[in-house]
């Protein structure tokens, strides 16, 4: 399944809280991303990062932010601004133009 | 951007039969196009693309085919099995930073 690891596999948010979901890889590719999942949306591009200390916002990036920090690393914050964050995250790597492979995979839920 | 529409959403078969999926894309200077299988509570895994220089491409019982001047490719599963059962996506980039667009998936369900 690759090196791609995505911590915690559920995660539980109260109304009004920040949560951060972690993306490891030691794949040593360059690019990482965040996807966003719901049922019949097909997979919605967050955030990505095509190199260390850069990154840029995807489709729907307002009521989260990321770091990349170090290159094997991508975690992705949920903030309180997002409004309706329940749903499936994945994070994905690769160095271009590969394939994409994706994580485990984050199910948040607010309670 | 990018545009790509995925039919259809559901497509249920009997096992043996063949299954086709199909995508349409907005962007003609799209050149990669690569297919996911999600299982349930999983995650995608790449089971065969294509690039805009090759018409067609298999892989034992899946193929898939390329039409540029239509902007439209196809999954085609032969021979299918339960195990093929899940969420299938397809999803189309361009250019040497590979940000695909995703369709929105078709659940293939094939009944024993």
């Known amino acids: 399944d690759g090196g791609i690891t995505q911590s915690p596999k559920y995660l539980f948010r109260k109304e009004g809280q920040n949560v951060t979901l972690s993306c490891e890889q030691n794949l040593n590719h360059d690019a990482m991303y965040w996807y966003r999942q719901d049922p019949g949306q097909g997979l919605r591009l967050i955030y990505y990062s095509q190199i260390v200390n850069d990154f840029q916002k995807g489709d729907i990036a307002e009521g989260y932010s990321v770091s990349r920090e170090k290159k094997e690393s991508f975690p992705l914050t949920v903030t309180s601004a997002q409004k309706n964050p329940t749903a499936f995250y994945l994070c994905?790597?690769?160095?271009?133009?590969?394939?994409?492979?994706f994580g485990p995979g984050t199910r948040l839920t607010v309670l | 951007g990018e545009n790509v529409e995925q039919h259809p959403s559901t497509l249920s078969v009997q096992e043996g039969d063949s299954a086709v999926i199909k995508c349409t894309y907005s962007d003609s200077a799209s050149n990669y196009f690569p297919w996911y299988k999600q299982e349930l509570g999983k995650r995608p895994q790449l089971i065969i693309d294509?690039?805009?220089?090759?018409g067609e491409k298999k892989d034992q019982r899946i193929a898939v085919t390329l039409n540029k001047t239509a902007k439209h490719f196809s999954l085609h599963i032969t021979e299918t099995q339960p195990e093929d059962s899940a969420v299938y996506f397809c999803?189309?980039?361009?250019?040497?930073?590979?940000?695909?667009?995703f369709g929105r998936g078709t659940s293939l369900i094939v009944h024993p």
């Open positions: 999803a189309a980039s361009k250019g040497g930073s590979y940000i695909p667009t």
């Open positions: 294509i690039r805009s220089n090759v």
């Open positions: 994905a790597s690769n160095t271009p133009p590969d394939t994409q492979y």
